[in-house]
């Protein structure tokens, strides 16, 4: 036992020794970056200036860094001399003679608080101050140390040129623009290699305290902490005092502008944080279409056409300002080549440098809801998945959808009118909402979702439940970047094109579909080509009418916050997003109205000098005569005649029926019509088909049922109830007293009739009190 107590002991010794040795070690790795020299490479910068040009070389613009930080990194030997000569006498004359600290300084600053009894000087070093930039504390007496201690492992690790190069490209030059290179450029476009000494003296000033040194809103201030800086160089001997007083009289003008941008800021802003960071260093992959200009930026060529991008830009501002009296403010337009997927232009916003009017907000990749735009997709899901054909009729009548915990949805149009029996192209043209939400319901939402999410639409990510039936009438959200894609991939008859920006094209993963079938992407677009079919929402005359060729789509949101249209030709597709920033409503403003005119303006401008070809018609498909508005083989009776597709399977279907006989679903539609445009359908909309009253004992003489006819309005109608002949004047509609019994009720004109049956019982107990007035044709029980 004594052997055994022992052992253990000696084992947990051992372990105890084991376990504080892993935590001696742990606590060494995890202090010694504290200690560790920090190098170059440890600070490096990689985000180097781009230039960018359009697709024929013209230039577009220089970015100093891809974010909303102005930083440009430049080497020591690219910078004015003047301006390190300047940096060095204002912040640190010794910098090349002391270490991480200066202790002449420190002692002479600790003198004159002594005698001042306050601080009058610091004794911070360009490499403490470096520290600062890399790692900001508070200005404690734990963050003095913390801040001496970094400087102690700059100097460690990296050499007098190593650290001042850190320290001018990290400088804070007002606002958000780091670094000299950026200011020089931000401020006089020139590179900082460039800087006179008036410039590099002003720019030397500033970083002393930014705000205060503002050269926009505090010029004299600057001017004064300019002298300062000069005054220092004559002190150091790089400048003489006379050269000091010609230089601080000397006129700099300081540009309001955001430097080297001539057009398309949105697109390079956006195009630049599209490009993986590693491309941009000056070490590792670089692909093709970054050309090395100099070794401290890169040029892009992209795919942008400036002459055209510059137009539409003018377009955007022309349109915002007629539109302005109906509280309108901004606009986006994006232009795409149709045969490479290659974006031509690309407008954000009206004026990318008005920060008041919010110009910088990106109106082509923000998220808005988009209204009846995403329609033609779910149409040509419907007829991919043969859940409608070319010549199905869809019902454009009042629908009610119950939705689990939200009130009873039913869709309507912004006129709040119904047409009835509608051809399936009649309902895309015209952006009918009832019928698209019904197409959906036979597709499914979740099916239809799915599809869109392989056109691109990335940001519609909630669940197909979130959506509803609503998705189809723009519910979820997405960007004019997304619309413009996925109706590229409906000017190619299906086939996926992905969006270039770049010459040659910037690697993008892509997702391979199979081939769809070209036939109901052609039918879809015949359909949106089709200015006849559009005419009762539109008129034959809209902006959406061109002199060639041209589908188009438009889409009003909720409230009338956002406008689109999305409409493309053979060579070209155009997207237009008209609304606010903001959120604010518009006044009166409607797709037509609000981007219509400007897609116009643009498809004009794109085929001034040549027009596009035709579309290819529908493959497999045959045109018949139908009438108008049955959708039917035209009848010797039918006032309109048009063209319609068919799949040569239901040709013999076509032959043979010429009937047109509307289902129940539309008599609650048929009972508001004035007139009645379908003839030979005469039709009794109340009483329904089955319905059950009641009567109630002693109201026998007071409760009354409405026999109300749908149909021919012109002609003499009998009513006939149980064979027996009504005694009445009037045609379309008769009160009759309810009495106990079967019922059956016909009523005739001419050739035509319809009959119903119904039931009326005879209540047991007299009602406390009435529910509902008895000439009330809605007086009625539910169907059992």
Partial sequence: MKIKHQLRRLLHRKTSKVILAVLLICLVVRLLPYFAPIRTADIAQN????????????????????????????????????????ILAAEDASFYHHGALDMKAVAR?????????????GASTITMQLARMLDPVPRTLSGKVNEIWLSWRLTAGMNKDEILSAYINRL??????????????????????DLNLAQASLLAAIPNNPTYFNPYEHWERLKQRQKYVLNRMVQERYITTLIA??????????????????????????????????????????????RGVRGDQFLIRTTINRPLQQFVEAQVQQVISTLAANNVHDAAALVIDN????????????????????????????????????????????????????????????????????????????????????????????????????????????????RLHELGFAHLNQTAEYYGLGLTLGSGEVSLWELAHAYLTLAQQGQATPLVTTIPQYPVPTTQYPVPNPTTWQLITNILSDSHARATAFGVDSVLNLPFPAAVKTGTSSNFRDTWTVGFTTDYTVATWVGNFNGEPMRQVSGV??????????????????????????????????????????TPDCTSVVQEYFYPED??????????????????????????????????????????????????????????????????????????????????S????????????????????????FQVELARIKPTRRGFSVGNSDFKSDRP
Wanted: with cysteine.
């Fill in 47 to 86: 985000q180097l200036a781009m230039q960018f040009s359009d697709r024929n070389g013209l230039p577009l613009g220089t970015l100093l860094t891809r974010d909303q930080e102005h930083t440009a990194v430049v080497p020591l030997n690219q910078v004015s001399p003047q301006f390190i000569h300047a």
């Fill in 109 to 121: 600053a600790i003198k004159e608080a002594i005698h001042a009894k306050r601080i009058v000087s």
């Fill in 172 to 193: 804070p030059m007002g606002g958000n623009i780091y670094g000299v290179e950026a200011a020089a450029r931000t401020y006089f476009s020139i590179p900082a290699s």
């Fill in 245 to 290: 007083e010609r230089t601080s009289a000397e006129k700099v003008v300081f540009q309001y502008r955001q430097p080297g941008i001539v057009a398309a800021p949105h697109f390079l802003f956006w195009l630049a944080s599209q490009i993986p960071a590693t491309s941009l260093k000056k070490e590792g992959y670089v692909p093709c279409f970054l």
């Fill in 339 to 450: 045969h490479t997927g290659e974006v031509l232009a690309y407008v954000g916003s009206p004026d990318y440098f008005n920060e008041v009017q919010l110009g910088r907000n990106d109106g082509v990749q923000a998220l808005r809801q988009p209204g009846s735009t995403l329609k033609p997709f779910v149409y040509e899901l419907a007829l991919e998945k043969a859940a409608i054909r070319p010549n199905t009729i869809l019902a454009d009548v009042p629908a009610h959808y119950a939705i689990p915990g939200a009130k009873l949805y039913s869709p309507t149009d912004y006129t709040e009118k119904f047409l009835g029996p509608v051809r399936v192209r009649v309902a895309l043209a015209n952006s009918l909402n009832v019928p698209a939400v019904r197409v959906l319901e036979k597709v499914g939402v979740q099916t239809f979702l799915e």
């Fill in 593 to 634: 109205t609000g981007a219509a005119p400007l897609w116009n303006r643009i498809m004009l401008h794109l085929h001034e000098h040549q027009e596009p070809s035709d579309f290819p018609p529908p493959e497999g498909l045959v045109q018949l005569p139908v009438c108008a508005i049955s959708g039917l083989r035209p």
């Fill in 651 to 732: 040709k013999i279907a076509y032959d043979r029926n010429n009937n047109f006989n509307l289902p129940p679903e539309y008599n609650e539609w048929l009972a508001r019509q004035q007139q009645s445009n379908f003839a030979g359908n005469l039709r009794i909309v109340s009483p329904h088909d089955g319905d059950l009253f009641v009567l109630y004992p002693g109201e026998e003489d007071k409760q009354k049922l409405e026999f109300k006819l749908a149909g021919t309005k012109s002609a003499s109608v009998e009513w006939w109830l149980n064979g027996e002949k009504l005694d009445t004047q009037s045609a379309n």
């Fill in 734 to 757: 008769v009160f009759w007293y309810l009495r106990p019994g079967n019922w059956t009720l016909e009523a005739k004109s001419d050739a035509m009739s319809d009959k119903v049956s």
